[in-house]
Every structure is written in structure tokens, then in C-alpha cells.
């Protein structure tokens, strides 16, 4: 696989990105939608922020009050049973469920005029609000039809993920349209056509009894309203797809069908990016699929960081012949790598 990844490293930092308070320490900034508007890249990050610790054993804790209003600090003792601590990400009960994130998320805009150098915005473009997005709003995916720009994101709360949506046309104002999809669901993103007629979606949910986190696709007259939701492909066990998979960037339409790229992990949660081929009038049938990743966790940044050998994209351009990959790496910073169409079609 010809990837090439930028020379120099990750192109957003943590160092890159200021607290959205003085209090807050800035561990993450990945995960972007990406978008072009005037001229201009745009990356949609999530911004992942906690509370500067004290030294006391105490363990701060974002998220906003029950009435999803305002922000606060649940103070915990490293030293209770009650809870395990392990995971970097998440604060499980001894019982295993999340009882909470140790990092709250927000969206926050980076702009490049020549795609590779970002300046990043002092305050967040959208901040958590309301009770489904009491524990952070996540993994952007942005689609553009018709001069408008639709912003699907994940909003996290003590009730689980759901799909959230908002709308901008300049990436100044913004407009939510409140929950899409109810918990658990997530990896959400919108066709950039109609097709038929009807608005398409691809969505995953995480079934709690029966069933795999595995992709499914929806249809809407609106946007707002989703129907005949239909299980699309799943995992395939014992390969780098056998463990979890979700959409990664907005379908691209090629002459070959829609071409999805999509994040699968393996058993060990390593992330890698493949693709599939869906039937351009029916794209709830799947044409082609990855055999190998088209992009996997092998860079330093990659592999090390707040939660290794990750990559993840939730947005990407197509330059010629080339995808230009934006992704997030290991769940700390945003990255860019291209990779020719040829081999991805060589990937099936």
C-alpha cells in the first residue's frame, strides 16, 4: 500500500489547541470532520479536555448537571473499590459499566488555507448542551449539500451515545437540530446526494444483548426523519475487521460506486481504515470490501499516545486520484496521509 504520510508528523497537537478554561488541560485533538469552504481546509476536531489534577489522590471528573446546563467537576478518590480507573478514557464501575468519561469533548475548527499548516480556534465552535450531551460530543462527520453543511457527531451522556445534528453554511454560526438517532448509535454520517429521491445514512448501532457493533444504513425524506434501516455489513472475525467496525468518512461517488471508508479494530483494539464499494442506485448492497487495511497504526504517533495503535478518520478529500486521508492518531492527534484511489481499488 503506497501511503504517504505528511514528513512532518501529526498536523495538530495537543500543543496546538488552547483550553476552552484555565482549569482544563487540552489531551486530545483528533478525530476531525473535515470540510472546504472559500478556499479553505477545514477540520472540524474533537477536542478532548480534563480538569487539571490535584495531588491529593482526588480524581476530577467534566460533565454538565442534570439539567444539562452547566459544567462541573465530580471529585472521586483514586482509592475507591467502587471504581476501576485502568482505562485511560473511561471510569468503569466495578461491574463493569461507564459510569464516567474522564474527558469531556467538544468541536472546535482548525483552518488551512494550503491543507497541511492549521491555525486553530481559541474557543470551541460547538460546546456540550443539554442532558444527552451531558459527558461530551464527539467524532464529527461533516456533509455538504446544497450550500449547507451537515454536521453529524456523536452526544454523549449517562443515558449512552447517541447521533446528534447540526447545520452551518459559513463554520461561524451554527444551528442544532437536537438528536437523530437515540442511544446507542453512533459513526453516523449522510450520503452528499440524494439518491432515488431519498437521503441515505450510515449508522452503527451497539446492540446490548444480541448482536455486534457492525454498519447499517437508513433512508430519510428530511433528514430529520430516518426509516427502513437495514444491516449493511458486519464483522469478520479472526481479521483486522473482527472486533468492532463503524463508518469513517462521507461516501465518495465514484464510477465504480460509493466509496466508503470505514474504521474496523481486531480483537486487541487496534484500528485500521479499509474501504468498501457500494451499488450506486442501491447502496444498501455492498459490491467489494477490503482483504487488508489501506491504512494502518505503524507511525510513532500511531501507535503511542492517549489510546495506541489507533487510526481513525471521520473525513477525508479527494485530490485527482488520490485520497487525502485526515485521521485522527491514537486518540491524541490529527494526522494526514494520501493514498492513490489505484490501491485502494487494489485493496478488494
Not at 5 to 29: E, L
Not at 63 to 70: N, P, S, T
Not at 189 to 214: D, N, Q, T, W
Request: net charge negative; hydrophobic share 40%; proline share 7%.
Amino acid at each position: 500500500m503506497s501511503v504517504i504520510r505528511m514528513a512532518g508528523g501529526p498536523i495538530v497537537t495537543v500543543g496546538h489547541v488552547k483550553p476552552s478554561r484555565p482549569d482544563f488541560q487540552v489531551v486530545g485533538a483528533f478525530n476531525a470532520g473535515v470540510a472546504e469552504l472559500g478556499g479553505e481546509v477545514i477540520l472540524l476536531l474533537r477536542v478532548a479536555e480534563m480538569p487539571l489534577q490535584p495531588e491529593s489522590g482526588a480524581v476530577l471528573v467534566p460533565m454538565l448537571d442534570e439539567q444539562g446546563k452547566q459544567l462541573t467537576l465530580v471529585r472521586l478518590s483514586a482509592d475507591d473499590p467502587n471504581y476501576d480507573f485502568a482505562d485511560s478514557r473511561v471510569i468503569k464501575g466495578r461491574d463493569g459499566s461507564y459510569a464516567y468519561l474522564t474527558s469531556m469533548s467538544h468541536l472546535r475548527i482548525a483552518r488551512s488555507q494550503d491543507g497541511e499548516h492549521f491555525v486553530v480556534d481559541e474557543a470551541p465552535a460547538l460546546f456540550p448542551t443539554g442532558e444527552d450531551e451531558a459527558w461530551g460530543i464527539e467524532d464529527p462527520r461533516i456533509t455538504q449539500m446544497e450550500g449547507t453543511y451537515y454536521i453529524t457527531y456523536s452526544a454523549v451522556s449517562s443515558r449512552g451515545v447517541g447521533v446528534g445534528l447540526a447545520t452551518t453554511r459559513d463554520f461561524v454560526s451554527f444551528e442544532r437540530k437536537g438528536l437523530i438517532l437515540p442511544p446507542e448509535n453512533k459513526d453516523a454520517m449522510f450520503f452528499p446526494e440524494r439518491i432515488g429521491g431519498k437521503y441515505y445514512m450510515l449508522h452503527r448501532p451497539v446492540p446490548r444483548s444480541i448482536g455486534a457493533p457492525e454498519m447499517w444504513i437508513a433512508e430519510s425524506p428530511d433528514l430529520l426523519h430516518w426509516g427502513r434501516h437495514r444491516y449493511l455489513m458486519g464483522l469478520r472475525p479472526g481479521h483486522w475487521d473482527g472486533g468492532r467496525i463503524g463508518g469513517g468518512a462521507v461516501p465518495i461517488r465514484t464510477d465504480r460506486g460509493w466509496l466508503v471508508l470505514y474504521h474496523g479494530a481486531d480483537s486487541d483494539s487496534r484500528y485500521c481504515m479499509g474501504a468498501a464499494l457500494l451499488d450506486l442506485e442501491d447502496p444498501g448492497r455492498v459490491l467489494a470490501r477490503s482483504r487488508v487495511p489501506i491504512l494502518a497504526p505503524e507511525a510513532d504517533y500511531e501507535v503511542n499516545g492517549f489510546f495506541g495503535k489507533v487510526v481513525f478518520s471521520c473525513g477525508v478529500i479527494l485530490a485527482g486520484d488520490t485520497v487525502r486521508m485526515y485521521y485522527g492518531a491514537a486518540d491524541e492527534v490529527m494526522a494526514r496521509a494520501d493514498i492513490p484511489l489505484a490501491d485502494i481499488w487494489a485493496s478488494f
